[in-house]
């Protein structure tokens, strides 16, 4: 997937001091980077394009959204917690 990235020069994120791409860690514990909340109703196909943009712009990103990571909606909160 890297050296297809390359060949097709897809643009991502860069930090404008280094111009390197920002180094993604997570602390102990944690899970994802991000968390996608949204209006079950109306916005879940555009969280499901933010996730998609910000896994083409910074590679190595974890996001979460419900519909690809949730496996009980008991533990939302530790979802939550684990962002």
């Known amino acids: 997937f890297v050296a297809l990235r390359r060949?097709?020069?897809?643009p991502t994120i860069r930090l404008a001091s280094t111009r390197q791409a920002p180094e993604l860690t997570l602390a102990t514990g944690m899970t994802y980077h991000c968390f996608n909340s949204h209006i079950w109703s109306t916005g879940q196909d555009a969280v499901a394009a933010i996730k998609k943009e910000l896994l083409l712009l910074l590679p190595g990103i974890n996001v979460f959204l419900d519909v690809?990571?949730?496996d009980d909606i008991g533990a939302l909160e530790e979802y939550i917690r684990r962002s």
């Open 7 to 10: 060949f097709a020069r897809i």
């Open 68 to 70: 690809d990571n949730l």
